[in-house]
């Protein structure tokens, strides 16, 4: 048997909030094929067998993590019990962290694209992330969603191609520089460790090998027509996910990609890149905050050797084994955190943790759920009027 659309259920408030009749704007470069989205192929399929194993493999690391691996090193009483320790000034500082988090996060969607407001961009942010954080392969059910927002506020999807792209290829670069950035950041400090040092090497191989595709898309045709046939083939399976009764086609979009992204780049490139570190560095700082609001000192955990593990760990988590990560981030951050450690100051660097990914992973969840409430039966208070989309040379 196959796996079809049907075999994935996500939340009600936020893949169900997608109109099945929603009308896409059509650029003149794109169609629209009915019936598509029954799904491709059969050969084309995942077989059943692989998604179960995929499921069943992502379930045991999550449950290895949750289940075996932190309450080996303390228990989860004794890291409630610190949790509950915090002063009222500590949680202030954690709750300013993490909304800075999210804003950043919202603004970076703006710098890409112009014509979408704040309070847009975070409704696209927190219901996307949301699928993201919930799903297995939640990550093109993601885009599903994003798209579904975006198209029903008039973003072409020629305008969707350029900020899908330019988003996704600045944020897998700002993963790939910075071990290399912590690691030298870290020496100032004390002597990091082989794996550190190798893993700041990869990602700084990787960046440059990444950097060269990016220049290669832009300057050759012939590598940009073999790139749009595999991202329609990623749309398509967007597409099946979020339930839509038609799959757009996108065949061509990269080749106006080259000249939109040299265009977009040239006008905003400083300010993408900017908010793309920026949010990067707000998501560091809701760790350090956390770190510090478990009493953990500068002697006991350093910032430097807290921005080591976080960069480490995005690196790591740039192909996503689990959804947002879960297992494999809290895992690695006090693997390297508490490596060494005595068993109070692991205690601290657990539930350091653990609330990081409660103000990370699982708050946008809740409330990715409300943006698409509001996006599908309130949509005044998220677009109040029409927005001409200024050209992607002009900022």
Known sequence: MTAGPREIVPPRALVAAIPADLQVPEPPELTCVPGSAAGPEPAARPRRGRKILRIAVTVALIGATFGFALPHLASYRSVWATIQAMTWEQALLLAAAAAASLVTGWIAICAVLPAVRLREAAVVNLGSSAVANTLPAGGALAMGVSWAMLSSWGVSAADYALYTLVSGIWNVFARLSFPAAAV????????????????????????????????????????????????????????????????????????????????????????????????????????????????????????????????????????????????????????????HASHAVTVQVIAAVLLFRALTYVLPIPLGAVAALAWQHAPGLIHARPREAPPPGES
């Open 184 to 339: 030298l950041i870290l020496a100032t400090d004390s002597r990091p460790s082989a794996g550190l040092v190798a893993s700041a090497g990869a990602g700084l191989v990787l960046l440059v090998a990444a950097a060269a595709g990016f220049a290669l898309l832009l300057r050759s045709e012939s590598v940009a027509r073999r790139a749009d046939r595999g991202l329609q083939r990623v749309v398509s399976r967007c597409w099946r996910l979020a339930r839509r009764r038609t799959a757009i086609q996108v065949s061509g979009s990269l080749l106006s990609f080259r000249e939109r992204a040299a265009d977009l780049l040239r006008a905003r490139g400083w300010r993408i890149t900017a908010a793309t570190a920026a949010s990067a560095l707000a998501l560091w700082l809701v760790l350090l905050a956390c770190l510090r609001g478990t009493g953990l000192s500068q002697a006991q955990v350093s910032w430097q050797a807290s921005l080591a593990a976080f960069a480490f760990v995005r690196l790591l988590t740039v192909l996503p084994v689990t959804p947002g990560g879960l297992g494999v981030t809290e895992l690695g951050l006090v693997g390297i955190l508490a490596d």
